[in-house]
């Protein structure tokens, strides 16, 4: 048994090794695709806000999590390869089906002061990313740097809005709104293996972050009330692999895998409309948000053609 994997290892590598000797990144050559994708993804993100009154006193902390966010999205992907060059683009749409919200209230003095929470009725996401670099071969394998723009943005509405487990009707349908975009940069690679074909890389993002909570309604003076979000000085950080199989002429099918973690740490909190006095915060002079994140993991299918 041993034996008889170990052939079909030598086998599966001297076929590999044979089959990229002098073929796609020849002088002259190009190759593209393009493909149509489905995935489902499991999101979290985290807002850390601490509210600052005369002389830059702490008055209270919130701290504002989304959890258990399930997103099914569908969309296209496509990369043209030439003469070493290599430009990748794809885009998609998600619909959340379910997730859970909760605001925790804090006093200076760390005691619970109150406790929002809510369930994600809908919400739909969108997510472009094109990147452009140039792929040296070695050997049987591609690699190289890569360079880019990524944009992710969620908006979520949410009900059975509960404080201190009490339902609060005014508060139902609001709704949250986050952005994530900018530059990236980082490397990919290729190489076959076995008659599949393997896609992996890493991108490093310099994120412009923006946030917006909307009550659609009064607000809840020392609680919540409706605001702008916005950052920068944070990081992102995308790791991905695809494996793609041909099936029959130029048809293939491809399952990935990709993990997010994005940071921020120099954010601010304004009133979506007027002042922190006119929605009842007469002791806030400021709101800082100095921990953001945002994770994500997500599996996905595909369906293309090799031109």
Known sequence: MKSLVLTSACFCLSSTLSSYEGQSLDEGCWEASLEVVGSQRWDEFFNHIRFYGEKDATIRTDNFHVNSLHVYSYGGRGWLFWNHWFLRGDATTGHVSHGDFRSEIKTASTLLRSETLAHIKKGNTQDDNVGFGYLFPIRWLSLGPLFGWAYNEIHLKMDHVKIHKKPIPTLEGFTYRTR???????????????????????????????????????????????????????????????????????????LSFKYQDWRLWDGRVEPLKSSFASVGETLVVDARVPKSTWRSFEIQLSLGYLF
């Open 180 to 254: 994530w975009q900018g530059p990236w940069v980082g490397f990919e690679g290729m190489y076959s293996w076995c008659g599949l074909d393997f896609d992996f890389g890493y991108e490093y993002h310099f994120p412009f972050w923006h946030g917006k909570l909307d009550l659609n309604g009064p607000t809840v003076p020392g609680v919540i009330f409706s605001d702008k979000r916005h950052g920068r000085g944070g990081y992102g950080s995308v790791f991905f692999v695809r494996s793609y199989a041909t099936m029959m002429a130029g048809l293939q099918g491809g």
